[in-house]
């Protein structure tokens, strides 16, 4: 290469560099330093070593690694106990039997959003936007009426014995 000239490159190098350090150099204060004295920056990095961008690949770039790939929608953990589903504006399944100390997690499907209302007054969820869930834990036998606080149309029931 000749002397004076620069890579395509190294040019682009050079501009995100400017980029970065013209804004960074426009918000110091100047307290306590020189003119003249570098501007350092220090980022805190995750295991791989890569702020922020931990896994993408990106060639030629030391601690970057690969990013492993998924597909579909982002979801919630799944309920690790006795699940109900709402969906199509109903609660499924609509009776649910249990022993006494299992937890419940109801998981809205549907686009609009729904709570759950125990007709005794023994659990309220407040309301759950689309994939939204709510637990709650029956510690006691009994029959638990609830309906959808939104649209008391929809009834089930939890029987706990």
């Known amino acids: 290469m000749e002397r004076g000239t620069m890579s395509l490159s190294s040019l682009r190098c050079a501009a995100v560099a400017a980029a970065i350090a013209i804004p960074l150099a426009a918000c110091s ?4 330093t020189t003119p003249d004295a ?3 920056i220090t980022v805190a990095s995750d295991a791989s070593g890569t702020p922020g961008m931990q896994g993408h690949a990106m060639s030629g770039m030391p601690g ?3 990013m492993p ?7 919630a953990p799944a309920p690790t106990g006795p699940a109900v589903n709402i969906e199509n504006f109903a609660f499924n399944p609509p009776t ?3 022993p006494a100390g299992t937890t ?4 809205n499907k549907d686009e609009e ?9 023994a659990f309220r969820s407040p309301g759950m ?15 638990y009426k609830y309906v959808c606080g939104i649209h008391p149309f929809m009834k089930a029931t939890v029987v706990v014995q």
């Open 96 to 98: 649910l039997t249990v």
């Open 129 to 143: 936007d689309a994939q939204g869930t709510f637990s709650y834990q029956f510690t006691k036998a009994g029959t």
């Open 113 to 121: 959003p729904h709570n759950v209302v125990s007709e005794d007054g």
């Open 104 to 107: 419940v997690t109801w998981t």
């Open 38 to 40: 570098p501007l350092s």
């Open 64 to 66: 970057m690694t690969s």
């Open 29 to 32: 204060s100047g307290a306590g």
């Open 69 to 75: 790939t998924t597909t579909g929608a982002p979801s």
